[in-house]
Nanobody
Framework: QVQLVESGGGSVQAGGSLTLSCAVS????????LAWFRRSSGEERERVACISPSHSTTYWGDAVSRGTIDRDDAKRTLYLRLDNLKLGDSGTYYCAAGESDYGCPQEISDWDYWGQGTQVTVSS
């Protein structure tokens, strides 16, 4: 079992930066892939970034150029920094944990554990 608790959401102006945190606890959490997902209003949950147990990173969408995912296993915390925030970055951000032998799990159903989410609102 792995427990995930997100924090750091809030209201931010476009162009600014935001760092989200996810406290990770449980059994062998260091062996899990960790990721951030976003669900915007009326949309499906989408991948933002993933980090492996060896700290290899993968980004999707705008996070390729504006996102930084990191994990501090000593602090048992996952981070996501987003720079140059845009209105489209608004949504609920979730952290997730999953196991895989072949890199970041590709399907939402492949992720085993989820946090409750933290809301981010970007305004102009």
């Amino acid at each position: 079992q792995v427990q995930l608790v997100e924090s750091g959401g809030g209201s931010v102006q476009a162009g600014g930066s935001l760092t989200l945190s996810c406290a990770v606890s449980g059994d062998s959490e260091r062996s899990y892939f960790l990721a951030w997902f976003r669900r915007s209003s009326g949309e499906e949950r989408e991948r933002v970034a993933c980090i492996s147990p060896s700290h290899s990173t993968t980004y999707w969408g705008d996070a390729v150029s504006r996102g930084t995912i990191d994990r501090d296993d000593a602090k048992r915390t996952l981070y996501l920094r987003l720079d140059n925030l845009k209105l489209g970055d608004s949504g609920t951000y979730y952290c997730a944990a999953g196991e895989s032998d072949y890199g970041c799990p590709q399907e939402i159903s492949d992720w085993d554990y989820w946090g409750q989410g933290t809301q981010v609102t970007v305004s102009s």
